[in-house]
């Protein structure tokens, strides 16, 4: 099945995309996409266990995903 | 109780005539504005960026808490994005309560929820020129958020 993984901030930058689709296997989870996301160029600048959002909502990394979810990669936040 | 994710100037004036009601003893309003040294490093300005469509439902969430657990309806948050000159507000956080000791911890609550929980990032501008995120040598922040508390 294919996911959407967002990029923000100082992640977008060090794999040079804000957005990529990945083929992972079906009922994959966080875990396995972060796993998927470590053979792109620029992702050993990503820490061990980055925070994670499936559509909008922070998740664990044992959290399994359906075809089309949104996950997003989330950078040490820094608002206010 | 409103909230937002502004690409404007926060009208300051404007909240705190938002949540002004005669009911009400107290109103509180907080501006978060960039500072003109982060560590010790001179800054000439601070280029935000979000997750737009997350921070404006975190910023919900917060502020719905915030309300539920303060005990009032009166309540108005503005974050701003883009690039920031020193002494410009990237937050507005106005309360009004019958009450200061609650307007004053909802308005904390607020602001600490924010900075915990809502995805926005700052670029911070430096004067000789070099630019840098805020808070992404930190690792990961993986024990900071109760990914619990969305379920």
Not at chain 1, 55 to 79: C, F, H, K, T
Not at chain 2, 126 to 149: F, K, N, P, Q
Request: glycine residues 10%; proline residues 4%.
């Amino acid at each position: 099945m294919t996911v959407t993984v967002l990029l923000f901030a100082s992640y977008a930058e060090a794999l040079g995309a804000t957005s990529l689709q990945l083929d992972v296997a079906s009922n994959a989870t966080v875990a396995e996409v972060l796993s998927s996301l470590r053979r792109f160029p620029g992702a050993e600048r990503l820490p061990p266990s980055p925070l994670v959002a499936v559509n909008e909502q922070y998740a664990s990394g044992d959290r399994a995903l359906e075809p089309g979810d949104e996950v997003a990669v989330i950078p040490p936040v820094a608002g206010g | 109780m409103r909230s937002a994710i502004v690409d404007h100037v926060i009208d300051a004036a404007g909240l705190v005539a938002e949540v002004g009601t005669s009911k009400n003893g107290a109103t509180l309003l907080f501006l978060g504005t960039v500072r003109d040294i982060n560590d010790g490093r001179p800054v000439t300005g601070i280029e935000y960026s979000a997750y737009r469509s997350m921070a404006e439902r975190e910023m919900a969430a917060i502020v719905g808490e915030a309300c539920e657990r303060f005990g009032t309806s009166d309540v108005v948050v503005e974050h701003r994005l883009g690039v920031l000159t020193l002494g410009e507000a990237s937050v507005g956080i106005a309360v009004a309560h019958e009450r200061r000791a609650q307007a004053y911890e909802a308005s904390r609550f607020i602001i600490e929820e924010l900075k915990k929980r809502v995805p926005i990032w700052k670029l911070e501008h430096y004067v000789d020129g070099t630019r840098e995120w805020v808070g992404a040598g930190e690792g990961s922040a993986g024990g900071v958020i109760d990914t619990d508390a969305n379920r």
